[in-house]
């Protein structure tokens, strides 16, 4: 039987009514419950009162316009959090750094360890066979580095369940997935923070050419999918002149199934040549979607469009552009010609390109009603939504309100039809119960059970957003092992204030909470 913390999300929810309506009908509970489900982490007890009071479509438009908001105390609690506002080369420096010169002094004291070197030692104490291992202590500067990642998991956490932004959280989660970069690939690590601070959070609800730009030249985004390998076959270098040795085949590039291709060493120099990964996906998934209409040409010719466009992992330095390692000759890309001796604008007319083509307002209104409305969203809804995306030249803030003001958002048929991802469950089960959040660790120790660990989505597709994705009788009983930690109050770092009869009828394992 549900409790009172959970007779909110047990409602059937519409929504009706554009946001600009002069006069708009009275708005149900069901319809504000169903606002709140798709458009935040989920309810809050009191959070259906409070936006009656307010009224939903101004709600709404709050929501859209995030600078409005006052997010103190979301600040307050991120303020312990020191890594999250270092620059990159600040993280390089004091944190991954000594942790990269501790391990490569390690390896180095254990390679004069080498076999024969017994006899010279001195003969063990008899003892010694039969005493306890000793724990290793440890490490100072591999647990620094550590933390870099530890605030930025523990930052996400604390944003979905307590900032009161949450359309603004949403989706950028939903834009990290879209331009995705994984933290395990070397050092793409020292630019997350970075990255999604300045590169994806400032651009969620703005222009997607500049959100366009600001991740495509992100060093995170130039190291993870090696376009900081990419160059001119005819930039002047001393490897690229060394022949191949006879009988060995050049790399290939690596595929979509095989992802980007593997960890470069950290400060190694680029190999010489064009690398097609970052150009790839950069129509197949940021842009133009794969049946975009592109071939293999406009591949190369968006590659050799991006040569010269680079960075130094050693340093943590941010992205810069090597005119003598850039492709200057003539290009053409989707039809439209770009002049030979263009430097740097090459990369500009392309984003331009890409931005304003039809497959991708196709595509970016296609990923935005399913994420809003439903797996398989209506064609006309998308074309309405790409429509409006086209008229305002990628007014991101104009697509989301075309999509959630829609009567589609509102149908029937979209009410409950989403699986939540595990962040999203985590996150709206600790919403719904009012939980206080002391450590989030612990929570994103439980998202890597559950098959998400933040910040770690190997391929450039990022997490998916449908239920084929996370319904399976193993993600149902991880599901189901948090609710009955959360329930007992068992979850490290995280207390609920519940009566012990709310307790015993906890129920947010149901497949009805896992919907929304």
């Given at each position: 039987?549900?409790?009172?913390?959970?007779?909110?999300?047990?409602?059937?929810?519409?929504?009706?009514?554009?946001?600009?309506?002069?006069?708009?009908?009275?708005?149900?509970?069901?319809?504000?419950?169903?606002?709140?489900?798709?458009?935040?982490?989920?309810?809050?007890?009191?959070?259906?009162?409070?936006?009656?009071?307010?009224?939903?479509?101004?709600?709404?438009?709050?929501?859209?316009?995030?600078?409005?908001?006052?997010?103190?105390?979301?600040?307050?609690?991120?303020?312990?959090?020191?890594?999250?506002?270092?620059?990159?080369?600040?993280?390089?420096?004091?944190?991954?750094?000594?942790?990269?010169?501790?391990?490569?002094?390690?390896?180095?004291?254990?390679?004069?360890?080498?076999?024969?070197?017994?006899?010279?030692?001195?003969?063990?104490?008899?003892?010694?066979?039969?005493?306890?291992?000793?724990?290793?202590?440890?490490?100072?500067?591999?647990?620094?580095?550590?933390?870099?990642?530890?605030?930025?998991?523990?930052?996400?956490?604390?944003?979905?369940?307590?900032?009161?932004?949450?359309?603004?959280?949403?989706?950028?989660?939903?834009?990290?997935?879209?331009?995705?970069?994984?933290?395990?690939?070397?050092?793409?690590?020292?630019?997350?923070?970075?990255?999604?601070?300045?590169?994806?959070?400032?651009?969620?609800?703005?222009?997607?050419?500049?959100?366009?730009?600001?991740?495509?030249?992100?060093?995170?985004?130039?190291?993870?999918?090696?376009?900081?390998?990419?160059?001119?076959?005819?930039?002047?270098?001393?490897?690229?002149?060394?022949?191949?040795?006879?009988?060995?085949?050049?790399?290939?590039?690596?595929?979509?199934?095989?992802g980007p291709s593997p960890t470069s060493p950290e400060g190694a120099r680029p190999q010489r040549g064009?690398?097609?990964?970052?150009?790839?996906?950069?129509?197949?998934?940021?842009?133009?979607?794969?049946?975009?209409?592109?071939?293999?040409?406009?591949?190369?010719?968006?590659?050799?469009?991006?040569?010269?466009?680079?960075?130094?992992?050693?340093?943590?330095?941010?992205?810069?552009?090597?005119?003598?390692?850039?492709?200057?000759?003539?290009?053409?890309?989707?039809?439209?010609?770009?002049?030979?001796?263009?430097?740097?604008?090459?990369?500009?007319?392309v984003l331009d390109i890409l931005a304003a083509h039809r497959s991708t307002a196709k595509h970016i209104?296609?990923?935005?009603?399913?994420?809003?409305?439903?797996?398989?969203?209506?064609?006309?809804?998308?074309?309405?939504?790409?429509?409006?995306?086209?008229?305002?030249?990628?007014?991101?803030?104009?697509?989301?309100?075309?999509?959630?003001?829609?009567?589609?958002?509102?149908?029937?048929?979209?009410?409950?039809?989403?699986?939540?991802?595990?962040?999203?469950?985590?996150?709206?089960?600790?919403?719904?119960?009012?939980?206080?959040?002391?450590?989030?660790?612990?929570?994103?120790?439980?998202?890597?059970?559950?098959?998400?660990?933040?910040?770690?989505?190997?391929?450039?597709?990022?997490?998916?957003?449908?239920?084929?994705?996370?319904?399976?009788?193993?993600?149902?009983?991880?599901?189901?092992?948090?609710?009955?930690?959360?329930?007992?109050?068992?979850?490290?770092?995280?207390?609920?204030?519940?009566?012990?009869?709310?307790?015993?009828?906890?129920?947010?394992?149901?497949?009805?909470?896992?919907?929304?």
């Open positions: 039987m549900w409790t009172r913390s959970f007779a909110v999300l047990s409602l059937l929810v519409v929504i009706a009514g554009r946001p600009e309506a002069e006069a708009p009908a009275p708005v149900s509970d069901e319809a504000i419950t169903h606002a709140l489900n798709r458009l935040t982490f989920g309810p809050r007890p009191g959070d259906v009162a409070r936006v009656k009071a307010m009224g939903l479509q101004k709600w709404v438009e709050l929501q859209l316009d995030p600078s409005r908001i006052d997010d103190a105390a979301l600040d307050a609690k991120l303020a312990r959090l020191e890594t999250l506002t270092l620059d990159s080369q600040t993280i390089q420096r004091d944190y991954s750094g000594p942790a990269m010169q501790a391990r490569r002094e390690r390896q180095r004291q254990n390679a004069t360890n080498e076999p024969g070197t017994e006899d010279m030692r001195p003969p063990a104490r008899p003892e010694a066979a039969t005493a306890r291992p000793r724990r290793s202590s440890p490490d100072p500067e591999q647990a620094k580095a550590r933390q870099v990642i530890a605030d930025l998991e523990e930052a996400k956490l604390l944003r979905a369940v307590y900032s009161e932004r949450q359309l603004q959280e949403v989706l950028v989660d939903f834009w990290f997935n879209h331009f995705n970069v994984f933290a395990g690939k070397g050092a793409t690590r020292n630019y997350l923070g970075q990255y999604e601070r300045d590169a994806i959070r400032p651009h969620v609800l703005g222009n997607f050419r500049d959100l366009l730009e600001a991740t495509a030249k992100s060093p995170a985004m130039l190291f993870y999918l090696d376009n900081w390998q990419n160059v001119s076959p005819d930039s002047p270098s001393p490897r690229a002149a060394q022949p191949r040795a006879p009988g060995r085949r050049a790399a290939a590039t690596p595929t979509r199934a095989e064009i690398n097609e990964n970052f150009a790839r996906e950069l129509m197949e998934l940021h842009t133009l979607g794969v049946d975009g209409g592109y071939t293999q040409a406009d591949i190369v010719n968006v590659a050799r469009a991006f040569t010269g466009w680079t960075m130094q992992p050693r340093d943590g330095s941010g992205t810069r552009f090597a005119a003598r390692l850039h492709d200057d000759k003539a290009k053409t890309v989707l039809g439209h010609s770009i002049k030979a001796g263009g430097g740097q604008q090459d990369v500009e007319q209104a296609l990923k935005l009603a399913v994420r809003f409305v439903s797996d398989t969203p209506p064609a006309a809804l998308v074309d309405r939504a790409a429509a409006r995306f086209t008229a305002t030249r990628g007014d991101l803030r104009e697509v989301v309100r075309t999509i959630v003001s829609s009567r589609e958002f509102a149908a029937p048929e979209a009410l409950r039809a989403k699986v939540k991802t595990p962040l999203d469950f985590v996150a709206s089960a600790l919403r719904a119960t009012g939980a206080e959040v002391r450590s989030a660790l612990p929570l994103a120790r439980e998202l890597r059970e559950m098959g998400m660990p933040l910040y770690f989505c190997q391929p450039p597709t990022g997490y998916d957003d449908t239920a084929a994705t996370w319904v399976s009788a193993g993600a149902l009983v991880s599901r189901m092992n948090f609710a009955v930690a959360l329930g007992k109050n068992q979850l490290r770092g995280v207390l609920v204030p519940l009566s012990e009869e709310e307790t015993v009828g906890l129920k947010i394992g149901a497949p009805e909470f896992q919907r929304q």
